[in-house]
């Protein structure tokens, strides 16, 4: 059974720093690529950062280029998201997800319960 549990996230201030952490299990981690994407009330679902199995080639959406870091650690079998200089536009609720294959598609199989994040301003 594939399981993805988020932590990590909290409420800070705005220009603060998170990171999220996804301990994953149920898959063969190094099989598939790994990403977060997150959802704001009354938003539509956003993908944020993914990583490949392939390569370990990243991707991120452009509001968060430059300020989010996604990473990945197989002996842990979990991801994480480095978030810095956070902005109030950046609340959501965030989610760890599984993709059906190496590459980051956006086409997710899988993904946790989420965890919250709450910047201030």
């Known amino acids: 059974e594939v399981q993805l549990v988020e932590s990590g996230g909290g409420l800070v201030q705005a220009e603060g720093s998170l990171r999220l952490s996804c301990a994953a299990s149920g898959f063969t981690f190094d099989d598939y690529a790994l990403g977060w994407f997150r959802q704001a009330p009354g938003k539509e679902r956003e993908g944020v950062a993914c990583i490949s199995s392939s390569d370990g080639s990243t991707r991120y959406a452009d509001s968060v280029k430059g300020r989010f870091t996604i990473s990945s650690d197989s002996a842990k079998n979990t991801v994480y998201l480095q978030m810095k200089s956070l902005k109030p536009e950046d609340t959501a609720v965030y989610y760890c997800?599984?993709?059906?294959?190496?590459?980051?598609?956006?086409?997710?199989?899988?993904w946790g319960q989420g965890t919250q994040v709450t910047v201030s301003s």
């Open positions: 997800a599984v993709e059906g294959g190496r590459l980051c598609l956006g086409l997710y199989d899988y």
